[in-house]
Structure formats: structure tokens, C-alpha cells
Nanobody
Framework: QVRPLESGGGLVQSGASLRLSCTAS????????VGWFRRGPGKEREFVAS????????YYADSMRGRFTISRDNAKNTVYLQMNSLEPEDTAVYYC??????????????????????WGQGTQVIVSS
């Protein structure tokens, strides 16, 4: 498994946009499906979005679809999460994960046991009203 590393979090105002990045030092990162999860204050960890190993498939939580867009650039070994129209309810630590098996599609990450995924340290997003 690869160890992902997130960046791009910060403090923004309601309605703003933010782009998170996820990368890894291992060149094999491009062989793995990648997902984003988040944990808000006092909340359970929840699935946000995922993308297949080659970018050919994407999958979103219903509440994120339309505002968030996941993409990847395997030449740069990076997965992005573009977040638009941010709301205070989006305040959370955002985590990037990789699936344990190579060459998987997007949806499988959303149903993989969380302790089977490889997790980054997380990046904090705070949306002020």
C-alpha cells in the first residue's frame, strides 16, 4: 500500500472554493483507486468522493455531488478534490485514502472497510459563516 499525503486545507469564508491535493512518494500511487473522507467536529467519519485508478470512474456521496469534483493527474501522481460553494457544515478534517488493491474503480472504496484503506494524516478545512 502507498501512504497518501494531503495538502490544501485552510480557513475560508462561506461560499468560497478550495482545492485539496493528495499525493504519495510511491510512483505506484497512480495504480490505486483513491478516496476522500472527512470528519467534522463531533461527527463520524464520512465518505466524500472517490476516483478509479486511471480516472475513468468517479463516485460521490449524494450530499457532495454537484459541489465537489474529484480528479487525478497520474503524470503528477496527484489526486484533487475541488470544493465549491463551501458551507460551515463542510468544516472538517479531510483525509485521502488509497484502496489496498491496485487497478480498482471508484465505487469500491466507498464500501471497503475503513481499516483496510491506507490513510493520510488529514488536512483541516474550516469554513466560516
Amino acid at each position: 500500500q502507498v501512504r497518501p499525503l494531503e495538502s490544501g486545507g485552510g480557513l475560508v469564508q462561506s461560499g468560497a472554493s478550495l482545492r485539496l491535493s493528495c499525493t504519495a512518494s510511491e510512483s505506484t500511487f497512480s495504480n490505486y483507486g483513491v478516496g476522500w473522507f472527512r470528519r467534522g467536529p463531533g461527527k463520524e467519519r464520512e465518505f466524500v468522493a472517490s476516483i478509479g485508478w486511471n480516472g475513468g470512474s468517479t463516485y460521490y456521496a449524494d450530499s457532495m455531488r454537484g459541489r465537489f469534483t474529484i480528479s487525478r493527474d497520474n503524470a503528477k501522481n496527484t489526486v484533487y478534490l475541488q470544493m465549491n460553494s463551501l458551507e460551515p457544515e463542510d468544516t472538517a478534517v479531510y483525509y485521502c485514502t488509497t484502496h489496498p488493491r491496485r487497478f480498482t474503480g471508484a465505487q469500491v472504496i466507498s464500501v471497503t472497510p475503513l481499516d483496510s484503506l491506507s490513510w493520510g494524516q488529514g488536512t483541516q478545512v474550516i469554513v466560516s459563516s
